[in-house]
Structures are given as C-alpha cells and as structure tokens.
C-alpha cells in the first residue's frame, strides 16, 4: 500500500501513530477515533502496519478518503516486530509531539490531542502528558474499570514509574518528539516496551497526568494471564529491569531493586492465594508456578551484577 494524502502541508505540531498488527476487527474505530480529533493545528497520521496477513490494510485503504490529516502509509515489506515498527515510525514523525494509538485500542474524547498538546506547549519541561484509560473487553464493552487505579498526582517523575505507577498503554501518552531517538537492545527483546519506552523518557523530565478519561484500552480474553502466563510476564518485568540497571550503571538499582522486590512478593502472595483455592477445590497444577518463581529469583541473582 502506498503512502496516501501526502501534500506540501506545513510542518505538524503532533504526529499520530497507529500501531498495528492483525487488527482487522478493530482498526475501522481505532482510525476513525484519530480522524474524529478536534484538533486545527497541522497534524499528520503515520499508519504504522506491521505486515499484517488479514484484512487490516484493506480496511486502512478504505479509509484513507475519510481523513482530513495528511495520511503516511509506511512501508513494510516484513514483519519489523512491536519495537522495530514504533522505533521506525517515531524516526519517521515530523511533528513536535507525537502521540500513539495501537489498532486494538481506540480515542474516546474528540479533545484528547488537543488537550495533551496544550499541556505540553505550557510546561516544557514535562517530557509527555498521558491521561486515565477505560477498560473495553474484545468486543468493545466498556467495563468499570479505570488505570491507573490509584489516580497519580498531575506530575509523574521517574522514581514513581520505578515504584507503583504505571502508565497504562502508549495509546493514552502524547510524548516530546526527540527524548528518545533509538531503542537499546533491550527494548526488542522484552515484552514490556511500553514501560521501558516510559522510563527512558522520564530520565530526562517529568509527565504530566490528565485524570481525564479519552482513551479505550481494549483487554482480549486471549490475553489474560494463566498462571505460567504470570511467570512469563514477571519474568519479562525482571529482564526489563536487570536491563535497565545495567545500562544506567546502578543509577537507579536502589529503586529497581525495590521495585524487583514488589514484583517478586507480589507474586508469592498471587500463589499463596491460588494454593488456597487448590487446597479447597482441587482444581490447580501450581508446582509448575512455583518452580517458575524459584528460576526467576535465580534468573535474577545471576544475571545481577556483584555489589
């Protein structure tokens, strides 16, 4: 597919970008949510498809007509990988923001980018502004739940997002284009991107936090963590963290062990209550978690470097 209404259009204040993959149930509203922005300064959407094998492209095509944005269609001959494809897309951005939607979530609030980027251009020294998010099931439900769960305070530092806080989804941050320039290593081989991409950010300058809801975040019942789910994902969180540790130099390995720490209790405590529910209704194999968990604390202590 073929980049699609490009013109001689003045430099963007944001540029959005639709990640997406395989989305074809989902990407007609995710794209529509971007087009629907009351938003009148130059703006440009870059459609970020990672060689998806439905029918997503046709329905981007199809769409394309709609949009009063100039529309990029990157190229993508292969599949890039979830890091690979952002990093190109966030290369490829012109504007002074950029502000990401993944193609299984959609907009909910037609002032979202206008209300982001008006934060951002009065504080500059916030890296990224980011707001609440409704929980949606598969079929686009909207559920009670909201995230953060705990509502930050307006301004979120780094020791914060090595602590409890997180950011939900790239799809409710807007960010200051050239923080971050490149992906470490790293950041390909852990499933947590989102995370790492929010904490390289946030070494260089606070967030700015909107407890306004204006983004679906769509939760798959495919997705749900079973219980060696969980010890994938923990171990996904570890390596994010070792990670980072390692590549800021012990910077940070005060709060990246705590936060290690958290992760690890939490998780026990995961099992303790499941061992209950074995206990009393005879429906669980949990050895396999258990072992999971003690190759995790190893995981760790080997892959640590000497204090």
Request: proline share 5%; glycine share 6%; net charge neutral.
């Amino acid at each position: 597919m073929q980049p699609s209404l490009e013109s001689q259009s003045p430099t963007p204040m944001v540029s959005v970008i639709l990640l997406t993959y395989n989305h074809e149930p989902y990407i007609a509203n995710a794209l529509r949510s971007i087009l629907m922005q009351d938003f009148t300064e130059p703006a440009e959407v870059l459609v970020a498809d990672d060689c998806s094998t439905d029918g997503t492209r046709a329905i981007i095509a199809g769409l394309l007509h709609e949009s009063t944005f100039p529309i990029r269609v990157l190229d993508r001959p292969e599949n890039l990988g979830l890091s690979r494809n952002l990093e190109d897309a966030m290369r490829q951005a012109q504007g002074k923001y950029i502000s990401i939607l993944e193609g299984d979530d959609s907009w909910c609030d037609r002032m979202k980018l206008r209300r982001t980027m008006e934060q951002l251009e009065a504080n500059s020294n916030w890296v990224g502004c980011f707001h609440a998010v409704r929980v949606v099931d598969g079929s686009g439900k909207q559920t009670s739940k909201v995230l953060p769960e705990s509502l930050p305070t307006r301004v979120v530092q780094l020791t914060d997002l090595l602590s409890s806080m997180r950011i939900p989804t790239y799809s409710c941050v807007t960010y200051r284009r050239g923080i971050v320039t490149s992906f470490p290593a790293w950041h390909y081989r852990v499933a947590c991107g989102d995370w790492g991409l929010h904490l390289m950010h946030a070494r260089h300058g606070p967030f700015g936090f909107l407890p306004e809801v204006m983004t679906n975040y769509r939760v798959h019942a495919a997705g749900m963590w079973s219980g060696m789910g969980e010890v994938w994902r923990l171990q996904q969180q570890l390596e994010l963290l070792r990670s980072i540790d390692q590549e800021w130099a012990g910077e940070f390995s005060v709060e990246i062990c705590r936060t290690r720490d958290q992760l690890l209790s939490e998780f026990q405590q995961n099992l303790t209550d499941l061992r209950r529910i074995e206990r009393r209704y005879h429906l669980l194999q949990l050895d396999r978690i258990a072992s999971g968990l003690r190759w995790l604390k190893g995981f760790w202590r080997r892959s640590s470097p000497p204090s």
